[in-house]
């Protein structure tokens, strides 16, 4: 089993989409956390709506490619995810491996750790809050130490919607 740090974000009814797709993913894998979600201007589009964003600690045995590319993906389209050319478009969910086990991947399409846990301060606080002692592999970098530096103002923590999010999924 790997320990998988998914990263989960909204900006398209996000508490109904980010509600359902929690929902969805606790009944392919054992969802262990779930981090603090923040509400976060969107970025590279000052013009789409803030963004909801956190993530969930799970427990799996698929592999990563069949988690991104056929769970990940499945619950995407299941809650009406639109790829399109623009990857800063408003999106009713997304859905991606942050962190797989102790894995490195560098494929064109998948890059395990996520490079965007070293620019994205939700993407560092949300693992962090759940594991702040955790050592991203290869690099050695402590998950802390990046969120940390990282630090943003323009992250709220939504208080409410994390905990009623946690008691409806029994996390």
């Not at 989960?8 to 797709?21: H, L, V």
């Not at 606790?26 to 956390?33: F, Q």
């Not at 070293?118 to 991203?136: C, G, K, S």
Request: proline share 6%.
């Amino acid at each position: 089993m790997a320990r998988v740090y998914v990263g989960i974000g909204s900006n398209i009814d996000p508490e109904r989409n980010i509600t359902a797709a929690v929902k969805m993913l606790k009944a392919r894998v054992r969802v262990i956390a779930v981090s603090t979600f923040y509400q976060t201007p969107a970025v590279g589009n000052s013009n789409s709506p803030d963004f909801i964003n956190g993530a969930a600690l799970i427990e799996t045995d698929i592999p990563a490619h069949a988690l991104k590319f056929e769970a990940l993906r499945g619950i995407e389209k299941s809650l009406g995810r639109l790829r399109t050319e623009n990857k800063y478009s408003p999106r009713t969910i997304d859905l991606d491996i942050m962190i797989y086990g102790d894995a490195v991947i560098d494929e064109p399409e998948l890059i395990i750790p996520d490079p965007d846990i070293y620019t994205r301060a939700f993407a560092a606080a949300a693992i962090a809050e759940m594991d702040p002692n955790l050592v991203l592999p290869e690099s050695g970098d402590r998950i802390l130490d990046i969120a940390r530096s990282l630090v943003s103002n323009l992250m709220r923590p939504l208080v409410d919607f994390t905990a009623a999010l946690r008691k409806e999924i029994g996390t």
